[in-house]
């Protein structure tokens, strides 16, 4: 994962010579990546306690490898990502005010105690979010995936090769539980494959079928894409919500997928325009 960040970190700095600037969003996003790999480099490599048999066993359920009680999260590392990252928030008001002047009052030992994250991690409600609105609860959403998106991308990478892609296919991510956020469609076949919007895992899913409710039904299931092919926007009448993707078999550089949910946000403006929602961020897991 960390080559991933570190090649758009500099496909970032070299749009940054090239232009003269960055539009603040993606300024914003470079130093978020830039904290995610300087302190990233500081997490000891998981050693997750599975054998091969409760791999397959929990796949074969339909259960993510992960529930919050295997994560192995070094807290003091972790406070300080969260301290960095709610810094950084905090220092582009244009792009997050008024919410983040709230969470400045936020005590970070709170937010970082092991009942928040766990409510994060399960899609629960946080338990400190009883003084926020719907706005800065969102927005502390974020910020406790920022900075705590090293530690999942750290263990997708050693147990996505134990995955077999063919038997998982479901709509949540087989790591972690997350819900997918974006899709591409792969360069050899147009097999289509989903992104975890928590870990970046990367997984194998039908192209005919909504992964958010799993309906099938093809009156239900279209999409829109740009003139040149490259992008799609899979939308569900059953459920009304959006998937952003990108065609590899038209794409002409490098694809970056992490940097292409960003660069689509006009995509994500269309689609609720049209009336449709973005991915629940909350794991599918009741
Ligand atoms: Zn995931
Ligand atoms: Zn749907």
Request: glycine share 4%.
């Amino acid at each position: 994962m960390s080559a991933v960040i570190d090649k758009i970190i500099k496909k970032l700095e070299e749009e940054k010579n090239k232009k003269g600037s960055l539009p603040q969003l993606l300024e914003f996003y470079q130093n978020l990546l830039r904290i995610e790999s300087r302190l990233g480099t500081k997490i000891a490599p998981p050693k997750p306690r599975l054998t091969k048999k409760t791999i397959n066993s929990r796949l074969e359920q339909g259960l993510p490898l992960l529930g919050f009680d295997d994560l192995a999260l070094d807290r003091s590392l972790l406070q300080e990502i969260y301290t960095e990252v709610s810094n950084l928030f905090a220092r582009y008001p244009a792009l997050f005010s008024p919410a983040v002047e709230k969470l400045k009052e936020l005590d970070p030992g709170g937010v970082i105690a092991p009942d928040t994250l766990k409510a994060w991690f399960e899609g629960a409600r946080l338990p400190l979010a009883t003084s926020l609105d719907e706005s800065e609860e969102a927005l502390l959403n974020n910020i406790i995936l920022a900075s705590i998106k090293p530690f999942l991308t750290s263990y997708a990478q050693v147990l996505l090769p134990l995955v077999n892609q063919e038997r998982w296919r479901r709509g949540f991510c087989p790591i972690c539980g997350g819900s997918p956020d974006f899709a591409f469609l792969d360069e050899e076949r147009g097999a289509r494959y989903l992104l975890c919007s928590r870990c970046d895992t990367e997984w194998l899913f039908q192209r005919l079928e909504c992964p958010y409710c799993s309906t099938q039904d093809q009156n239900d299931l279209a999409y829109f894409t740009d003139e040149t092919g490259t992008y799609r926007l899979y939308v569900c009448e059953h459920c009304q919500r959006y998937l952003k993707a990108i065609d590899l078999r038209q794409a002409q550089a490098e694809t970056l997928l992490p940097l292409e949910r960003i660069y689509t946000l006009d995509l994500d403006r269309q689609a609720q325009e049209r009336g449709y929602l973005p991915h629940d961020k909350t794991t599918e897991i009741k």
